[in-house]
C-alpha cells in the first residue's frame, strides 16, 4: 500500500495535506483527545530534555538538606540523601517512557504476527497458539514477570522483555479476531484476484484494518506497562537504586510517609498517575487518526 | 386511519442539519396496503421510523401532524407510545435475522410480546405464542417454539418477525423492504403471506420498498418519494401506464421486466444504440463434472455435484439460482478462489484447475479472468482510495508503475463513467453505485478474457442497476469479454445474457438460449423462479 502511493507524487501530496488536516480535526473534534496530546508532548519534552534542564544533578546527594519538605529551591523537597526530589522525578521519565514503549511494540509486533497468523489461516497453528496464550494468560502476569526478571535477572532489557511477554497474549487475541473475521472479505479476495499472495493479502490488506482497536490497546497498554515497571521496581526486581525511576522512589519513599516526609513518595505516584492517565485518554484520538472512515 | 400531514424530519449531523423528510402527507385507510417506492435516501424508512417514534438519535420531528385513529402520535408521552408500538402498530425490518434476539429461542421472543402487551398470561402464553406461528404457516409450530434463529432459514426467520408483528393483532403493519436479501420464491412466499394475512385481518398496511415491481404487485396504492417529498401518488397501473413526474418515469423504465430491452432502462434522452457483441464458436471456458464437497459435522457437505458447460468466447453466461444452490461456489472455483474436489477447467484449452488456488496468482491465466463481487462496499478495502483499489491488479500482475500506471487507471475510470475527482476518496465517501464502478474498473484493468459477474447489482438501486448494466453491455461489446453472470433475478439475466443455465441443489437442473429457457421453461423449478419473480403492469410504449 505504501510503495503504492508514494510511487505518484501527486498522490503522496494529497494524503499528506489530508492527514495533516485529519489530526487536526480529530483534535479540534475532541478536547480531551487535544488535552491527552498536549500532556504526551510535555512528557515526551521531559524525556528527550529534562535530564539537561534540571536544577540538580539527580543522584548527587548532599546530607546537610536532607528530608526537606518543598520549598523554592527544591519544589518537590528533597529525599534522606538531599537528593532533589524535582529532578529525580524529570529525569527518571526518560527511563520510564523507554520502558514502557520499548515493551509495548515488542509485544505489539510480536503478537501481531502471531496473532494474523492464527486468525488468518487458522487450523492446527490457531489451536497451538491460543492454547500457548492460554497458559500465559493462564499465569497472575505480574508473577510471571517477577519469575522472568528472576531468572534472567533484573536489567532494564530484561524488565522489557517481562513486560512485553505479559502483554503478547492481548495483541495476539485481538489481532486474531480482527483478521479473523476479515479473511473472506471480498477485498481480501478482490486483492487475492489481483495477483497478491496470502501473506501480501494479510500484511497490506487485512492488517492494517485491524489497526483501530490496536491503537486503543496500544495507549491503555502503554500505561500499564509503566505501571508495571514501577511495580517490579517497588518490589525490588526492577531498576535498581540509585537510579531515578517512579516506582523505586514510591518504594523508598513509602517508609517516610509514617514519619511525615510525605513528598518522598507523593511527587513521583503523582507523575506516575499522569503519566498512566495520558496514555489512557490518548487511546480514543490515536484511533481517529489511523481510521480512514473518521476523514469526512 | 392514519394520517400524516405536512410531516418534516430533520437529522443534526457533524455537517449540519439535514432535511431527511421535507414535508409529506399522506393517508393510509383501513385494510388498504400502501406502498412507499423510493430509492436510498429518498426518506421512506424515516417516515415510517417517525410515526413510530423512533428515529435515531439526532433525528427530530420538525413539523406536522400525524393521527393515527384518533391519537395525535406525535404529541403522545412515551409511554402510550409503548403501548402503541406492538399493540396497535407493527413493524417488521429488513434483516429478519438482526430483528430476532439471537440467543433467544423464537418461542420466547413471541411470548415476550404477547405477555408484554397483556395479550396472553403465563399461563396460555406458550400456546399462544404457537398459535401465532401457525398462523403465519411455520410447519411443525410446536417444534419450533424452541429454535433459536440461527437453527431457522432467512424465510423462516422472516416469518417468526411476522408472527411477532401480529402477535398482537395491530391494526397497521409497517413493512420496511421486508424480503431485501430473500430468495425469490421465499420473497414471494413471504409477500402472500403478509397479504393474505392482511385481508383476513382487514388490517391496514405500508409495504416500504425500493422494489416498484414488487409494490405494484402487492399494494393498493403507491405513493413515489425523491429526496423527503412525494413526487407521485397513484394506484399501481396509473403509476407504470401513465406516469406523470419525470421521476417515476425514469423509475418505471428502470424497472427490469419482461418485454424491455437493456437500453429501455434507461432514460429517453441518453438512450443510444445498444452495441452488438459477437460469439465466436471457440469454447473459452470449458467446465467438465466440476464437484466440490466440503466436510461437514453431520456428514460431507456437496455444494457442487458435478456440473459441466461451456462459454464460447465472447458469450453471456447467466447462472441463476437460490442461496445453497452452489451458483456461487462455482464461481469461486472457476475464478479460482477456491479449488474443486474434483473436476477440469479448461480455459482455453489448458486446464487451470490443475494449478492450486493459493499458487494460483503467479499463473499467467491470472490476468484472464477476474471477478466483479456482489457487494462493492465489502470488496474494496477500507483503507484504499479508489484509484489505489483500480491500479492494485495492474502493480501487481501486469508491473505498471509511475505515470503509465496513473494514467492507465484515469483511463479506466472514463471508461465505467466515474468522475476524476472521485478516484483520491476512500470507499466510505463513495455512493453505492461509485463503488460498483471502482470494482469494475479494478476487474477489466487487465482487459481479461473473461468477467464474473457475481449479482453486480443485487445492492443497487433500480436507476444505478440500469447504468451499470447498460456500462457491462458496452464493455462487452468494446473490449470483447465474456461474461458469467451470476444472478437471482431472472429479469436481469433475461436483458444481458446469451444462454442461461439454472443450478439447484449443487446440479444444473436446466439450461440452453435465455429465450427459449425463459419462454418456454422445461423444468418446474425454473418456471417456479419465472412465476415468482414480481412483474410490474406492462407500460405504455416509452
Known amino acids: 500500500m505504501a510503495e503504492m502511493t508514494a510511487s505518484s507524487s501527486q ?20 478536547p480531551v483527545t487535544m488535552l491527552a496530546f498536549g500532556m504526551l508532548a510535555f512528557f515526551l519534552g521531559c524525556a528527550f530534555f529534562g535530564p539537561a534542564l534540571v536544577p540538580y544533578d539527580p543522584l548527587a546527594t548532599n546530607a546537610a538538606r536532607a528530608l526537606e519538605p518543598p520549598s523554592w529551591d ?13 529532578s529525580r522525578v524529570i529525569v527518571a521519565t526518560r527511563l520510564d517512557l523507554t520502558i514502557s514503549v520499548a515493551a509495548v511494540a515488542l509485544s505489539f509486533v510480536i503478537g501481531s504476527v502471531l496473532g494474523a497468523a492464527a486468525g488468518y489461516w487458522g487450523g492446527w497453528l490457531d489451536a497451538v497458539l491460543n492454547r500457548c496464550l492460554d497458559t500465559i494468560m493462564a499465569f497472575p502476569l505480574f508473577v510471571l514477570a517477577m519469575g522472568v526478571l528472576a531468572a534472567l535477572g533484573n536489567t532494564v532489557e530484561n524488565i522489557i522483555y517481562a513486560t512485553a511477554i505479559i502483554n503478547i497474549p492481548f495483541y495476539a487475541r485481538l489481532v486474531r479476531a480482527e483478521v479473523n473475521i476479515r479473511r473472506n472479505a471480498g477485498f481480501a479476495q478482490a486483492a487475492k484476484l489481483a495477483g497478491n499472495s496470502d501473506i501480501r493479502v494479510l500484511a497490506f490488506h487485512i492488517f492494517p484494518n485491524a489497526l483501530p482497536p490496536m491503537m486503543v490497546q496500544v495507549s491503555l497498554n502503554l500505561g500499564w506497562a509503566i505501571l508495571n515497571a514501577a511495580g517490579l521496581s517497588f518490589i525490588g526486581l526492577g531498576v535498581r537504586p540509585p537510579t531515578p525511576e517512579w516506582g523505586i522512589m514510591v518504594a523508598e519513599g513509602a517508609n517516610f510517609i509514617v514519619s511525615g516526609e510525605w513528598w518522598l513518595a507523593v511527587f513521583p505516584g503523582l507523575w506516575l498517575m499522569l503519566a498512566v492517565f495520558t496514555f489512557n485518554l490518548l487511546g480514543d484520538g490515536l484511533r481517529d487518526i489511523v481510521d480512514p472512515r473518521k476523514r469526512t | 386511519m392514519l394520517s400524516i400531514k405536512d410531516l418534516a424530519v430533520t437529522f443534526k449531523t457533524r455537517k449540519g442539519e439535514v432535511d431527511a423528510v421535507r414535508g409529506i402527507s399522506l393517508d393510509v385507510g383501513k385494510g388498504e396496503t400502501l406502498g412507499i417506492v423510493g430509492e436510498s435516501g429518498s426518506g421512506k424508512s424515516v417516515t415510517s421510523y417517525a410515526l413510530m417514534r423512533i428515529l435515531d438519535a439526532g433525528g427530530e420531528i420538525r413539523a406536522g401532524d400525524v393521527t393515527f385513529g384518533g391519537i395525535d402520535l406525535r404529541a403522545a408521552s412515551e409511554r402510550d407510545m409503548r403501548d402503541i408500538r406492538g399493540r396497535e402498530v407493527s413493524m417488521i425490518f429488513q434483516n429478519p435475522r438482526a430483528a430476532l434476539n439471537p440467543i433467544r429461542r423464537v418461542g420466547h421472543q413471541i411470548k415476550d410480546v404477547l405477555i408484554r402487551h397483556a395479550q396472553a398470561t403465563r399461563q396460555n402464553a406458550k400456546q399462544k405464542a404457537i398459535a401465532a406461528l401457525e398462523a403465519v404457516r411455520v410447519n411443525d409450530a410446536a417444534a419450533r417454539y424452541d429454535a433459536y434463529p ?90 407504470f401506464t401513465d406516469p406523470q413526474h419525470p421521476y417515476t418515469q425514469k423509475l418505471v423504465n428502470a424497472t427490469p421486466r419482461i418485454g424491455a430491452s437493456i437500453r429501455s432502462l434507461l432514460p429517453a434522452e441518453i438512450r443510444t444504440a445498444e452495441p452488438v457483441h459477437k460469439v465466436h464458436d471457440r469454447p473459452l471456458l470449458d467446465v467438465r463434472d466440476l464437484v466440490k464437497t466440503y466436510p461437514g459435522k453431520s456428514g460431507p457437505v456437496h455444494a457442487v455435484k458435478g456440473v459441466s458447460f461451456q462459454i464460447k468466447a465472447g458469450q453471456s453466461l ?225
Open chain 1, 11 to 30: 498522490d503522496r501530496s494529497q494524503k499528506g495535506d489530508t492527514s495533516l488536516g485529519h489530526i487536526a480535526y480529530v483534535l479540534r473534534d475532541n
Open chain 1, 74 to 86: 527544591h519544589w518537590f523537597g528533597t529525599d534522606n540523601l538531599g537528593r532533589d526530589v524535582f
Open chain 2, 150 to 239: 440461527f437453527e431457522l432459514s432467512g424465510g423462516m426467520c422472516q416469518r417468526v418477525v411476522i408472527a411477532i408483528a401480529l402477535a398482537c393483532n395491530p391494526q397497521l403493519l409497517i413493512a420496511d423492504e421486508p424480503t431485501t436479501g430473500l430468495d425469490i420464491t421465499t420473497q414471494k412466499a413471504v409477500m402472500d403471506l403478509v397479504g393474505d394475512l392482511a385481508a383476513a385481518r382487514g388490517m391496514s398496511m405500508i409495504l416500504i420498498t425500493h422494489d416498484l415491481g414488487l409494490a405494484s404487485q402487492y399494494a393498493d396504492r403507491i405513493v413515489v418519494m425523491k429526496d423527503g417529498r412525494i413526487v407521485e401518488d397513484g394506484t399501481p397501473e396509473t403509476l
Open chain 2, 318 to 542: 447467466g447462472l441463476v439460482g437460490e442461496s445453497g444452490s452452489g451458483k456461487s461456489t462455482t464461481s469461486e472455483m472457476i475464478v479460482r478462489l477456491q479449488d474443486p474436489t474434483s473436476g477440469h477447467i479448461l480455459f482455453d484449452g489448458q486446464d487451470i484447475a490443475a494449478t492450486p488456488a493459493a499458487r494460483f496468482m503467479r499463473h499467467p491465466v491470472r490476468r484472464d479472468i477476474q471477478m466483479v463481487f456482489q457487494d462493492a462496499t465489502d470488496s474494496l478495502n477500507p483503507r484504499d482510495t479508489a484509484a489505489s483499489a483500480i491500479a492494485e491488479p495492474m502493480s501487481r500482475i501486469a508491473g505498471l508503475s509511475g505515470a503509465k500506471r496513473r494514467d492507465r487507471v484515469a483511463e479506466l475510470a472514463e471508461l465505467v463513467g466515474l468522475p476524476q475527482p472521485l478516484l483520491s476518496r476512500f470507499p466510505h465517501q463513495l455512493s453505492g453505485g461509485q463503488k460498483a464502478r471502482v470494482g469494475i474498473a479494478r476487474a477489466i484493468a487487465l482487459e481479461p478474457k473473461l468477467l464474473i459477474l457475481d449479482e453486480p447489482t443485487a445492492a443497487l438501486d433500480v436507476s444505478i442497476q440500469a447504468i451499470v448494466l447498460n456500462l457491462l453491455v458496452d464493455l462487452r461489446a468494446r473490449m470483447g469479454m465474456s461474461y458469467l453472470f451470476v444472478s437471482h433475478d431472472l429479469n436481469v439475466v433475461r436483458l444481458l445474457c446469451d444462454e442461461v443455465l439454472v443450478m439447484k441443489e449443487g446440479e444444473i437442473v436446466d439450461q440452453g438460449p435465455t429465450a427459449d429457457v425463459m419462454g418456454a421453461p422445461k423444468h418446474p423449478y425454473t418456471r417456479a423462479l419465472i412465476d415468482a419473480a414480481p412483474q410490474p403492469p406492462r407500460p405504455v410504449a416509452a
